[in-house]
C-alpha cells in the first residue's frame, strides 16, 4: 500500500468498543488510505469486507475501561485469497485480513484522547500490533511495520494467504513486549483491514466474535 496505515489508524477519535465481546453492527467507521481506492465493509454480528484491488481500513475506539486489555481472541474467515506477499516490502505486502491494535502510554491515554490524525502522525509514543492472515511468513513472525516511523508499527503473522476458517487466540501484553520490549500502555483504538491494491487481486473475507481480555 502506499499511504501509512498506521497513520491512518491514529485518526480514531470518538466511538466506544464495548466491554469483553466487541460490536462489529455499530461505532465503526471507514478510513480510506487513497483517495481513489476503498474496500467494501458490512456491519453485523460478524464484519464482512471485500477488496478489490484497493485498500483501507475500518475502525472504532476501546472504551477506557477497556484500556487495560492485554489479550483478544477472534473468528475469521477468507472465501477468497491474496497471493503470498513479502508482508515486511513496502507497496508489496498484500494481505487478506489484518486486526490492528493501538496502544499508546498509560500516562499519556487521557491527553491523547481527542488528538486527530494530524496531531498524532509520527507521534513516537503510539505502537501498533498488526495481526495478519496472509504472506508468506511463519506463524508468530514479528515483521517490523515498512510505514511511518521506525519502530512505531509491527505486523505478527498468524496465517499463510489461502482460504479457510480459523480462531485466534492472542496474548497482546507477551507480544507486545516481543515487539517493543517493556509494558504495553492503554489499548486506545482497533482496526481491521483487506489490503489488495499492489496485486490487483480480490478478498472476500469476514472477521467476528472479537472479545478483550
Known amino acids: 500500500m502506499r499511504l501509512s496505515v498506521s497513520a491512518a489508524l491514529l485518526a480514531i477519535v470518538s466511538t466506544a468498543a464495548t466491554a469483553g465481546p466487541v460490536s462489529f453492527s455499530s461505532g465503526w467507521q471507514e478510513q480510506r488510505l487513497s483517495l481513489f481506492s476503498s474496500n467494501d465493509y458490512s456491519f453485523g454480528k460478524n464484519l464482512g469486507l471485500v477488496s478489490d484491488g484497493s485498500v483501507s481500513i475500518a475502525w472504532t475506539r476501546v472504551a477506557q475501561g477497556n484500556w487495560g486489555s492485554s489479550g483478544a481472541s477472534w473468528n475469521w474467515s477468507v472465501d477468497q485469497s491474496v497471493p503470498a506477499t513479502n508482508l515486511a516490502s513496502k507497496g508489496g505486502d498484500d494481505r487478506n485480513i489484518s486486526l490492528y491494535f493501538v496502544f499508546v502510554p498509560e500516562s499519556k491515554a487521557a491527553a491523547l484522547e481527542g488528538a486527530n490524525i494530524r496531531s498524532l502522525l509520527g507521534n513516537t509514543d503510539v505502537r501498533i500490533i498488526q495481526y495478519a492472515w496472509g504472506g508468506n511468513a511463519k506463524r508468530g513472525q514479528v515483521i517490523p511495520s515498512p510505514y511511518g516511523p521506525s519502530g512505531q508499527g509491527v505486523t505478527i503473522a498468524l496465517r499463510q494467504a489461502g482460504t ?28 481491521v483491514s483487506g489490503d489488495s491494491d499492489d496485486t490487483k487481486s480480490v478478498i472476500r473475507a469476514a472477521i467476528g466474535n472479537l472479545n478483550l481480555k
Not at 480459523?166 to 509494558?183: K, M, Q
Open 164 to 191: 479457510g476458517s480459523h480462531s485466534e487466540n492472542v496474548d497482546l501484553a507477551a507480544d507486545y513486549a516481543r515487539a517493543f520490549g517493556g509494558t504495553k500502555g492503554a489499548l486506545v483504538g482497533l482496526a
